[in-house]
């Protein structure tokens, strides 16, 4: 099984940034997909930003222009660079790896944004 950590979040002012990092304890490569996943208070997990073991993205429409997803396969290593922040992207952002079968998830961190 893999470890999934995320670290890099904390306290910013909207329109500011923060470049999340989740590092994994296997080999990132081997995962069919990865990504970003937001919850906040009393709303649903969702989708923030994918990416497939080809490389190809996905944004949620409300992070799309905003945030960036990338990775670097020899550290086994996700980020999130997320740019002019925004009072609602406040939550806690989880990383996920995802293959047939299997799911991993990360702790999470918290992101809040103030005004």
């Known amino acids: 099984q893999v470890q999934l950590v995320e670290s890099g979040g904390g306290l910013v002012q909207a329109g500011g940034s923060l470049r999340l990092s989740c590092a994994a304890s296997?080999?990132?490569?081997?995962?069919?997909?990865m990504g970003w996943y937001r919850q906040a208070p009393g709303k649903q997990r969702e989708a923030v930003a994918t990416?497939?073991?080809?490389?190809?993205?996905n944004y949620a429409d409300s992070v799309k222009g905003r945030f960036t997803l990338s990775r670097d396969n020899a550290k086994n290593t996700m980020y999130l660079q997320m740019n002019s922040l925004k009072l609602e992207d406040t939550a806690v952002y989880y990383c996920?790896?995802?293959?047939?079968?299997?799911?991993?998830w990360g702790q999470g961190t918290q992101v809040t944004v103030s005004s």
């Open positions: 996920a790896a995802h293959r047939l079968g299997y799911s991993a």
């Open positions: 296997g080999k990132i490569f081997s995962f069919n997909s």
């Open positions: 990416i497939t073991s080809g490389g190809s993205t």
